[in-house]
């Protein structure tokens, strides 16, 4: 019995035609209901359906590949991000999906990618299950008409229950993401993490915008305020990049994907996928209130007995999420399209407690910290952590870059002296030392200082050079304690705050080596420098 609620697309050029029900375009109501019948996942008390990703709950970066192809072969950034496969072996691999969904319901659904219409693309994804198509909805832009007879830009192909032979198939293991530019098409097997669909169109964007659009593709986040200024928030995930973005008083356009026009910073999504470990309403209530009837929750616990969502339940993995329309955010911009930013704010969670809590940044050391894309993991987070682990994620997000880190770097900084942005350093981490010895920066003198900063109330202090990293630190800042301002000064040992200032300074110009041939002198001198004695 196929869905006959509206016309179904042409799945010809897939050769789908062997599958049992086609379910298209349903409604967040209905996805809800077909998850609860197939017994896919069951409902918070919220109206949120809470789901089990399965073995993998996160995304699985060494299967991830690239279809080396004449678009892709001299372009690509090669290496342990971007993993080459084979065309033919694509193609093999792709026709056993499309026989493994024979007499199987799939569900179809037509949807787009980039706000501002300049840059749209059509985006047709084909789920083998309800919830995963429940994520696309939220997730993607959901156009007002779409045409199912059309064959789309690109096509995104999500089997979880299909696990590949690697030594026939040519993966790594049994799941895999493979892009295919030639073919545009997506696939996806052996993993039900939705995010895996997420960053796949992302990737795409972020080789056709700049490469062929020179549009500047972001990991980031964005808001604007009532005047009409943008602000835009880079990090990597747990520097607080969706929850510094979600501001009761700035206007919402996007939490994690946009693109930077000549004159426009537009949102790639049409919803918000939040890391919710720890949520509150109290800390995030714009976050806490949009997980409503039919939002997505992922591999969270409940407080045993009940249908309420605890948070702070880890056991499954620390990468809960939530899923929902941007719509739910009661402040957020239609369509999502904003001005071309006045603020940046790169976001690092230094666990180390070297960096100040706000810098200054010049053009040239926002490239530089661009491409180094700094933040630390922490004891706990991984196995074999056992103390502070620098990580560096060029442009904030590597693992979903095809072209040079480079390429990005530049477009950012043409950008930033045309538009006359300032940029700053927020570090959300550690001050007083690193972790276990230190204090994570309280959310409310960040929040302070982003506020400050916005305001222009930053613009005429007295600034301080840090010694070893060259960063511009004001002296003083509304609602935030001075002695805060200065990580030297928050140290009990000035002695040892300068030996681990050097230690990560060194670290840092270890990564950089990569891209000294590649870069101009005025960002390599925008390192940090060793000066003082240890």
Not at 485 to 506: G, S, V
Request: hydrophobic share 40%; aromatic share 10%.
């Amino acid at each position: 019995m196929r869905n006959s609620t509206t016309q179904l697309p042409d799945l010809g050029y897939l050769k789908l035609d062997r599958a049992r029900n086609i379910y298209y375009q349903l409604t967040a109501a209905e996805l809800v209901e077909e998850a609860l019948k197939r017994n896919e996942g069951v409902l918070a008390d919220s109206g949120a359906l809470a789901v089990d990703t399965g073995e993998f709950t996160g995304r699985s970066p060494k299967d991830r590949f690239i279809v080396e192809d004449d678009i892709t072969r001299d372009t690509v950034w090669w290496g342990q991000v971007n993993i080459k496969f084979d065309s033919a072996k694509f193609d093999a691999l792709l026709q056993k999906v499309i026989a493994y969904f024979a007499d199987r319901d799939i569900f179809v659904r037509d949807s787009c990618a980039c706000a501002n219409e300049k840059f749209h693309i059509d985006i047709r994804v084909i789920t083998e299950t309800a919830y995963q198509n429940l994520f696309v909805r939220h997730l993607f832009l959901r156009p007002d008409i779409a045409n199912p007879t059309s064959i789309p830009d690109w096509t995104i192909i999500a089997a979880p229950g299909f696990k590949a032979d690697p030594q026939v198939d040519g993966t790594r293991q049994h799941n895999f993401s493979i892009i295919n530019f030639s073919k545009r098409i997506i696939l996806i097997g052996g993993t039900g993490y939705t995010g895996e669909i997420k960053k796949g169109i992302f990737s795409v964007l972020n080789f056709l915008l700049p490469h062929e659009r020179k549009v500047l593709s972001m990991h980031c986040s964005a808001n604007t305020g009532v005047k009409g200024d943008t602000a835009i928030f880079f990090g990597l995930s747990g520097t607080g990049k969706t929850t510094l973005s979600a501001d009761p008083e700035r206007s919402l356009i996007g939490d994690d994907e946009h693109g930077w026009s000549e004159y426009t910073i537009f949102n790639f999504e049409g919803g918000c996928y939040a890391k919710c470990a720890d949520l509150t309403e109290e800390k995030e209530p714009q976050i806490f209130n949009a997980i409503q009837f039919g939002a997505l929750l992922e591999n969270i616990n409940f407080v045993k007995g009940t249908r309420t969502v605890n948070f702070s339940n880890l056991d499954k993995t620390e990468n809960t999420r939530a899923a929902y329309p941007i719509d739910n955010i009661s402040n957020a911009v239609n369509p999502s399209i904003g001005s071309s930013p006045k603020n940046i704010f790169f976001l690092t969670a230094d666990a180390f407690g070297i960096l100040p809590p706000i810098s200054k940044l010049t053009p040239a050391q926002a490239m530089y910290y661009f491409i180094s894309g700094y933040t630390a993991k922490i004891a706990g987070t991984e196995t074999g952590i056992s103390e502070p682990q620098a990580t560096f994620s060029p442009c904030f997000g590597e693992a979903f870059l095809p072209l040079s880190p480079v390429v990005y770097a530049k477009l950012l900084g043409n950008k930033i002296k045309a538009h006359n942005v300032k940029v700053w350093l927020i570090n959300t981490g550690w001050t007083g030392g690193p972790f276990g010895v230190g204090k994570r920066i309280k959310l409310k003198y960040t929040r302070a200082m982003i506020t400050a900063a916005l305001n222009g109330e930053l613009d005429n202090v007295h600034y301080h050079e840090h010694p070893v990293f060259n960063l511009q630190m004001p002296a003083n800042c509304p609602n935030v304690p001075d002695n805060l301002l200065d990580p030297r000064k928050t140290w009990p040992n000035a002695d040892n705050y300068d030996e681990k200032a050097n230690n990560l300074a060194l670290t840092f110009l270890k990564n950089f080596e990569q891209y000294i041939d590649l870069i101009g002198s005025d960002v390599i001198n925008a390192a940090p420098n060793v000066t003082i004695a240890v």
